[in-house]
């Protein structure tokens, strides 16, 4: 079986990383022997161990960069963390394209770029590769304009709804439920919080309010103190701990307030109401406009208490359906990484 390297943001517990992760593991299980190029204790343990080959990275005949944001800058682009991108994910990249190895792009996320010499390196790595996949317009649009073909699919991360999700008992009472994720973001949490209370004060005879996070973070209970002094009754904390439990806390929620994208992306594919209030604001504007619903973003920056409560006001009750055509062009990614593995053989 052909042995293949995969990158990735699977260094370390962030809820969207590893649901591609473990979606990468599942499918390639059977298929190839493959590893990752960093993999974290947490990702270890979340995908079944015995999944993943040791064979020494150097003996990896193709690489594959998995789904993530990765060719394109963080929101707080320095030097510094400039740096840190460039040494998770690009090194092996320039190594394969270098020695003329097979590389797929597979569905990722692709610019805004800063800085002109990374844009040279992901134009050498992406026009070596085998075949660049984007998971929307604007990414393809950047990198056409690095001279790169690419092909449009869409996130992956919306196939979770194959998978069956573990039960999680949420001891609300039985009304709606909006689920707040702002993690420990003082900036969110001083612009969200007040929005959620005057919405629950509104409508408080028809909703509960759930607390989650998406990563592991020491103190994200703080959130829920606060939720609790205005909604004490009607509210649940979930410590975030497995990423399918969050899946189910979200499929079990109606309204879901994110400050980031993929609990946003879960929340879409099960016919959830979003209110999306990025930090982050680029990477996920693309992904409402690509499925149409660019109403539902609101830049953190931009925000205010009073914006995000008439967000909550005029769509808390129209849930958003992804186009049939948006979940088929998902579904395309399996497909490319499916000849990819056939043409190594």
């Known amino acids: 079986m052909n042995k293949i390297l ?11 990383d590893m649901l591609f992760t473990r979606i990468m593991a599942d499918y390639l299980g059977d298929k190839c022997q493959f590893r990752y190029y960093l993999l974290s204790d ?7 161990k015995t999944k993943i080959s040791d064979f020494p990275i ?31 994910y690009f090194p092996i990249g320039l190594k394969f394209a270098f020695l003329r190895k097979p590389i ?17 390196i992901i134009k050498y790595i992406s026009k070596r590769a085998n075949k660049v996949l984007v998971r929307e317009d604007d990414s393809a649009e950047f990198l056409k304009k690095l001279g790169v073909d690419c092909i449009v699919t869409s996130d992956l991360a919306q196939t979770i709804t194959d998978y069956e999700l573990p039960a999680v008992q949420l001891n609300c009472t039985k009304k ?19 929005a959620v209370q005057q919405f629950y004060e509104k409508h408080k005879e028809e909703y509960n ?18 939720i609790k002094t205005f909604a004490e009754a009607d509210s649940f904390f979930y410590k975030y701990g497995d990423p399918f439990e969050l899946c189910s806390v979200i499929e079990q929620s109606d ?49 205010n208490s009073q914006t ?16 049939a055509a948006i979940i088929d062009s998902a579904y395309e990614n399996f497909d490319e990484l499916k000849n990819y593995i056939e043409a190594l053989k």
């Open 42 to 48: 947490y990702a270890r343990n979340f995908i079944k």
């Open 58 to 88: 150097c003996e990896a005949e193709a690489l594959v960069y998995m789904p993530g944001g990765f060719f394109g800058d963080r929101h707080d682009t320095s030097l510094y963390t400039t740096y840190l991108w460039f040494k998770r």
């Open 308 to 323: 995000i409560f008439n967000m909550l006001e005029d769509y808390a009750e129209v849930p958003i359906q992804i186009p």
């Open 176 to 194: 709606k439920k909006i689920l707040v994720h702002i993690n420990q973001n003082k900036l969110a949490a001083d612009k969200v919080l007040p």
């Open 104 to 120: 797929l792009i597979l569905g990722v996320g692709a610019g805004p770029c800063k800085y002109t010499f990374m844009k040279s």
């Open 209 to 226: 309010i759930i607390v989650a996070s998406d990563q592991v973070c020491p103190d994200d209970y703080a959130i829920y103190e606060k």
């Open 6 to 16: 995969i990158v990735g943001a699977t260094y370390s517990d962030n809820f969207g």
């Open 255 to 303: 309204v879901v307030v994110t400050y980031k994208l993929h609990v946003g992306i879960v929340a879409c594919s099960y016919g959830k109401s979003v209110i999306a209030v990025p930090e982050h604001y680029k990477k996920v504007e693309r992904y409402y406009k690509h499925i149409g619903y660019p109403e539902r973003v609101l830049p953190l920056y931009r925000a």
